[in-house]
């Protein structure tokens, strides 16, 4: 089966995956938290299913693709052949593929304006299927980036509750790539405690062990499992 994306540079190896795991068992040991506490979600984006097959043999369950439509493509054969796998949407969505999305999908990331909210409490409704739901906080405000203002975000997330019957599941956040990220954690994990949210995506490949210290509880990491794109 095949995706039509390009190949990856190198190509993906379990050990990959134990390196990483091991250094999630560091960073958690470090921040005296329990390992249970953090989920590793594997970005496979771009990757097609010979390259995702071994890092399911590896014991990896939990996976994240940036787009509905790839998505869609490799994803449906690869779970009837591995049942208990959670997918994880992790890229912008688009309110017209909010069906598709909450068909496939166990959480979404991606949650961060009034179009979003309005198709995806009906798609809820109408499929009576509840993905978890992330709001995606732009901490660093660039205009090029998705995500709600952090001045913004606590109406947001009020009016995500109160006006589109949407259960928050927690926030994510994608730190500017020029700036130390400790901060851009720090100011997420500070608007979910006063919104009452316990779950954070934060942390990348490069940065997840500085995430797992100040408080995520998803950390998305590609590149230091599945090399290269």
């Known amino acids: 089966m095949t995706t039509g994306t390009a190949a990856p540079e190198r190509a993906p190896s379990p050990s990959g995956l134990a390196l990483v795991e091991a250094d999630i068992v560091r960073a958690c040991r470090d921040a005296r938290r329990e390992r249970s506490s953090v989920t590793l979600v594997a970005v ?39 049942p208990g796998i959670a997918l994880h949407l992790i890229g912008p969505l688009q309110s017209n593929k909010a069906k598709e999305a909450v068909a496939l999908f166990d959480a979404i990331h991606s949650v961060d304006r009034p179009s979003i909210c309005e198709a995806l409490g009906k798609e809820i409704a ?29 109406d947001f997330v009020a009016r995500c509750r109160d006006t589109y019957g949407l259960a928050i599941s927690g926030l994510m956040c994608i730190p500017p790539a020029d700036d130390a990220p400790a901060p851009h954690f720090a100011l997420t994990a500070k608007i979910a405690k006063r919104n009452g949210l316990t779950q954070l995506s934060m942390g990348m490949s490069a940065d997840f062990a500085v ?17 290269t794109r």
């Open 211 to 227: 995430a797992i210290a100040l408080g995520a509880t998803h950390v998305r990491v590609g590149s230091a499992i599945f090399g």
């Open 44 to 82: 496979s984006k771009t990757f097609d299913a010979d390259a995702i097959t071994p890092v399911i043999a590896a014991g990896q369950l939990v996976f994240g693709e940036n787009r509905v439509q790839e998505a869609q493509r490799k994803w449906p054969e690869l779970m009837a052949a591995h």
């Open 126 to 154: 109408r499929q009576n299927r509840r993905p978890d739901l992330f709001v995606q906080i732009n901490t660093g405000e660039e205009p090029q980036k998705a995500g709600v203002a952090p001045s913004d975000a606590d």
